[in-house]
């Protein structure tokens, strides 16, 4: 089985500054990782995933995420925040091969003006 | 495409009632997944579908739950009777599997359920 950790469960941070949402999985077996956002009122909308190949993934919106396989974490970062990247972020995995994805208790960041 | 759509977008009834949510996945998308959100227990997967065929459903609270899919554009989660606990935001999401899980999973809007 397989299960993820999102330590923080609310961020805040001054507009323009850098943040980091911390992700830590845990599995037996391969896994896809992923990224997702939900603005309020919305559903959730992919912001980057990890599949295989360089382990720095960049996604939409100036997001990057760094896959660390020896600490089992994928951590999301952003160099510079705008009021509009406001949102609740998931960290999610699924086994390669299945499409059963397990999702985080996601981390709502708030983006200070 | 019009991505994933979900009605109704709100839903309010009462107790006992019998509730039916739908979904129209996206066009050529083989898996149809129906989630749950709380904000006691977060998103949570009830069942997934491929290919029309019910998968996985061991997400689905009891039997008052139930989920179809009659054919590849359309599909229903029903809730009979409901209770207040049911109360919360579902989400309808589709993909195309292909055989692989790397496929990004598309959400519709939800459908913000509330039994009183």
């Known amino acids: 089985a397989q299960s993820v950790t999102q330590l923080d469960s609310q961020v805040p941070v001054f507009e323009e500054a850098p943040v980091e949402l911390r992700c830590n999985y845990s599995s037996s077996v391969s896994v896809y990782l992923f990224w997702y956002v939900q603005y309020p009122n919305q559903g959730l909308q992919l912001l980057l995933k990890?599949?295989?190949?360089?382990?720095l993934v960049k996604g939409i919106n100036g997001f990057e995420a760094e896959f660390n396989k020896s600490q089992t974490s994928f951590h999301l970062r952003k160099p510079s925040v705008h009021i509009s990247d406001t949102a609740e972020y998931f960290c999610a995995v699924t086994p390669r091969g299945y499409q059963k994805v397990t999702f985080g208790t996601g981390t709502k960041l708030q983006v200070i003006p | 495409d019009a991505g994933v759509i979900q009605s109704p977008r709100h839903e309010v009834t009462e107790m006992g009632q019998e509730v039916t949510l739908r979904c129209k996945p996206i066009?050529?998308?083989?898996?149809l997944f129906w989630y749950r959100q709380t904000m006691m227990r977060g998103l949570e997967l009830l069942i997934y579908f491929n290919n029309n065929v019910p998968i996985d459903d061991s997400g689905m609270p009891e039997d008052r739950f139930s989920a179809k899919m009659p054919n590849a554009s359309f599909s229903t989660l029903k809730i009979q009777p409901s209770e207040p606990r049911d109360s919360a935001v579902y989400f309808c999401a589709s993909s195309s599997g292909q055989g692989t899980s790397t496929d990004t999973q598309y959400f519709g809007p939800g459908t913000r359920l509330t039994v009183l």
């Open positions: 990890y599949l295989s190949g360089s382990t």
């Open positions: 066009s050529g998308h083989d898996y």
